[in-house]
């Protein structure tokens, strides 16, 4: 049994003559009574009664014809499920994502792409640049946004391309005694309680940090670790110390708090967006392109 004939039988049972149901279905009319005649030995049982008013289902046919309209509704469907997929339509797009992400690139790309692609399952989680590079190589994300390459087996095989470039600030709470100034030095900040990324979690940050300020930056005063941007400005205006992060936090600016820039500059490691180089998903596909269009000069490494 074949789907020409499930369509055979429905448009005899829609036209109620075998000349015009052969000519629907544009076949001969001998051709199509001998593929119904076959059809109905296959199953063993009349499928429809031949009368001088027409052709009819039997109580048989009729029982058949409920499940062929089914089954090739099922295929059509199954049809179009599978060229859905193959734009990147549907599917899943697993995602991890450092805080301040969300501070430029990621509201932009992720209402694009769920916008235009609404039938795909974002899962998007936000984490350290370690742990986000850790996932992508255990197979655990499609992509990830961080500061800094994944590192450790099978990193030779990801994909690392920069999405984004930004410098070093610092914020305080606003009783501190730098709340109000333009900018502090790194000599100043030699002399406080800083708050920023571990070098566990952020280790090309942490590097940066400590190649800007020297390897007394963190032990004079001491330091206290922060995930997230937010984290550390909360702490920040709770007094804590002088936060350090990248300059997108001025987005999530808090009334409490007062942003500095530091100078001499200081380049923060590049934002980079992560994937295996062997992924072939048309989900990921279409989340890239998505990307490229919203990030220009993005576009040839995206590729």
Known sequence: MEARHLRYALALAEHQHFGRAAKAVGIAQPP??????????EVDARLFDRTARGVFPTAAGEAFLARARRALAEMEAAAGDAERAARGE?????????????????PSVLNRFSRDHP??????????TARG????????????????????PGAREIVTVAVGRDR????????????????VSVGQLREQHLITASAEE???????????????????RGWTGARDVHTIMGLAACGLGVGLGPASMRAARRPDTWICDVTPGVVLPDLVMSFRADDASPVLAAFLAVTRDLCPHVGAALG
């Open 202 to 220: 952020e280790p090309a940050t942490f590097a940066r940090l400590r190649q800007a300020g020297g390897d007394g930056v963190f032990t004079h």
């Open 133 to 152: 590079g850790r996932a992508l190589l255990d197979g655990e994300l499609d992509v990830c946004v961080g500061r800094g390459a994944p590192r450790g």
């Open 90 to 106: 549907t599917g899943r797009l697993r995602l991890g994502f450092v805080g301040s992400a969300l501070l430029e690139l990621l």
């Open 168 to 183: 070093l600030v610092a914020v305080v709470g606003a009783a501190h005694p730098y709340a109000g100034q333009a900018a």
């Open 32 to 41: 199509l009574s001998k593929q119904i005649a076959q059809l109905e030995g």
């Open 119 to 128: 039938h795909v399952r974002l899962q998007a989680a936000e984490m350290s």
